[in-house]
């Protein structure tokens, strides 16, 4: 199957990243979300990280309005009955999930695929939420889209090599690279990472150094490019706890028990960079 249109569900820093480089890869893309504030948000972002590149010489004005043109803005599910992929990036949240794709099966072509951005949640349960598990799958991005090369392809229990193969190659035409995993809570990619970035905060809620000493250890001693708290606040700390959440119930393991000041700050509505407030204060 030839993928020509896809709908990206959610305009937070995810799906609008997803939609700009589907975008610039020549697909024409919806960019869904819940509120037309919540598009033009996600438009906002995109139109920042293109006008950065025609700054640098590397494309024209004509060629960003080409992509801003491939675009479109939604907050109408029923505009997924046009398109031959659908991308969801909302909230990392099972139930809003299964409900979203529950929709999506009844209103989307019957040869489309959708594909999930989930960070850690299993795709077969995702898939059962719909008539179609064969063409269910995940298409795991990460942050910053634009920047990140690499896309975790998540098969599902049910997922046929067919739609495996077209989202394969349709990924290597975002000029990213798709590294296959198998369906196990936080895939490869967060069941490393997300223990890492709990350690740390249980090591700054135990008093062990302060924030930005645990930051320094972890960039000038391990060459990580962001220190754990300071990728934590980037990636947004409800999402983070989400994960740890999704890690510790998938494997009834407590080694993945996430740090009760990760609770606190998700409570108190410190959510990271998106927020202005996480570990840090952001203008
Ligand atoms: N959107 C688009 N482009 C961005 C960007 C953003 N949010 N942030 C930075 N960039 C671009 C810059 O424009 C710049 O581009 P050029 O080189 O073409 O000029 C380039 O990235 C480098 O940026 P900077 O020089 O400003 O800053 P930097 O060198 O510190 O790099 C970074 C920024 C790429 C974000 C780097 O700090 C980094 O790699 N951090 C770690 C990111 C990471 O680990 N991501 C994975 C998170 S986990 C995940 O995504 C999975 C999950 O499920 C949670
Ligand atoms: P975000 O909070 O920035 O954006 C989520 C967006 O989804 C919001 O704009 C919200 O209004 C929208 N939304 C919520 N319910 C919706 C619905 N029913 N229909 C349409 N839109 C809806 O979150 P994000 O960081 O972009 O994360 C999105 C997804 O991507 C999550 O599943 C997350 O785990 C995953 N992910 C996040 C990262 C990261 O670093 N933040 C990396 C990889 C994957």
Same mark, same amino acid.
């Not at 000038?220 to 220190?227: A, D, E, Q, V």
């Given at each position: 199957m030839k993928v020509e249109k896809v709908m990206v569900i959610g305009a937070g820093q995810m799906g609008s990243g997803i939609a700009q480089v589907c975008a610039m890869a020549g697909y024409q893309v919806l960019l869904n979300d819940l509120k037309p504030e919540y598009t033009d948000r996600g438009f906002g972002v995109i139109n920042k990280n293109l006008s950065r590149q025609v700054e640098k010489g590397r494309m024209s004005e004509d060629q960003k309005k080409e992509i801003l043109n491939r675009l479109t803005a939604s907050?109408? #599910?029923?505009?997924? *009955?046009? =398109?031959d992929l659908v991308i969801e990036a909302a909230v990392e949240n099972m139930e809003v999930k299964t409900k979203i794709f529950a929709q999506l099966d009844e209103i989307a072509p019957a040869h489309a695929i959708l594909a999930s951005n989930t960070s850690s949640l299993p795709i077969t349960e995702i898939a059962a939420a719909t008539k179609r598990p064969e063409k269910v799958i995940g298409m795991h991005f990460m942050n910053p889209v634009p920047v990140m090369k690499l896309v975790e392809i998540i098969r599902g229990l049910a997922t046929s090599d067919q739609v495996y193969q077209t989202i394969e190659d349709m990924t290597r035409t975002l000029s990213k690279v798709p590294v296959e995993v198998n369906d #196990?809570? *936080? #895939? =490869?990619s967060n069941r490393v990472l997300m223990p890492m970035i709990n350690e740390a905060i249980y090591t700054l809620y135990e008093g062990v150094a302060s924030k930005e000493a645990i930051d320094e250890v972890m960039k000038? *001693?391990?060459?990580?490019?962001? *220190?754990p708290l300071t990728l934590a606040d980037f990636i947004g700390l409800d999402t983070c706890l989400y994960i740890m959440e999704t890690l510790h119930e998938g494997f009834g393991d407590d080694k993945y028990r996430p740090c009760p000041l990760l609770r606190k700050y998700v409570k108190a509505g410190w959510l990271g960079k998106k927020t202005g407030r996480g570990f840090y204060v952001y203008e």
């Open positions: 907050t109408d #599910f029923q505009d997924a *009955g046009r =398109v #196990f809570p *936080g #895939f =490869v000038l *001693g391990m060459n990580h490019p962001m *220190g």
